[in-house]
């Protein structure tokens, strides 16, 4: 990761003020999908740029971070494999605990990916940003909820114009029923 990148969300805890500090960074998305490569999400991509708002707090021991991150991500429907762009904008809740208040034993899971640990003299909130990012991208997504997907017999993107293709199934215990009708239609 860029060393510069990697310092955007980087605060030193004695510069946090009693009301608190706000953290405003606008960026190319290019640098984000850079790191999001970095942590092995190669599937999506990002356009334009991202914008991360963040207001810092902090009592005592306890780092709070509140804010959203605007993106568009870059997703290929998993219907008719179309790529689409799709903006979110992602709530942003961290909390970052001081190392040595932190019980050893304690194993972070995935419902305590807003909790974090700090020490020394700063804090860096890139990682956990990157988190709520990569937890924003739809596993199966859609280009829209009715996408009719590809035709699985000549391959043709049905959300553009129906194929000739015969696709439907027909239940084998209607097929006896309709073989039947047949039958009876003929005799009569
Ligand atoms: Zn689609
Ligand atoms: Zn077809």
Redesign the pocket.
């Known amino acids: 990761m860029d060393k510069e990148f990697n310092e955007l969300f980087k605060l030193r805890i004695d510069k946090i003020k009693l009301e608190g500090n706000k953290l405003h960074v606008k960026r190319d998305s290019k640098e984000f999908v850079q790191a999001l490569i970095q942590r092995g999400e190669i599937e999506s991509s990002l356009s334009g740029n991202v914008e991360v708002s963040l207001a810092i707090y902090k009592s005592t021991d306890v780092i709070v971070a509140k804010g959203n991150l605007k993106a568009c991500i870059v997703l290929t429907c998993s219907r008719c494999l179309n790529k689409f762009k799709k903006p979110v904008d992602i709530p942003l809740k961290i909390t970052l605990l001081k190392k040595q208040d932190f019980p050893e034993d304690l194993e972070l899971t995935s419902e305590d990916l807003e909790t974090g640990v700090y020490e020394g003299e700063e804090v860096n909130f890139m990682d956990l940003i990157l988190d709520h990012l990569i937890l924003a991208i739809p596993y199966a997504p859609l280009c829209k909820p009715d996408c009719k997907g590809l ?1 699985p ?4 993107d049905l959300n553009n114009e129906p ?3 015969n ?1 439907a199934w027909i239940d084998p215990r209607f097929a006896i029923l309709k073989e039947l009708k047949e039958k009876i239609v003929k005799k009569g």
């Not at 017999?153 to 043709?156: E, I, M, N, R, T």
């Open positions: 035709c017999v000549c391959g043709a194929c000739s293709c696709t």
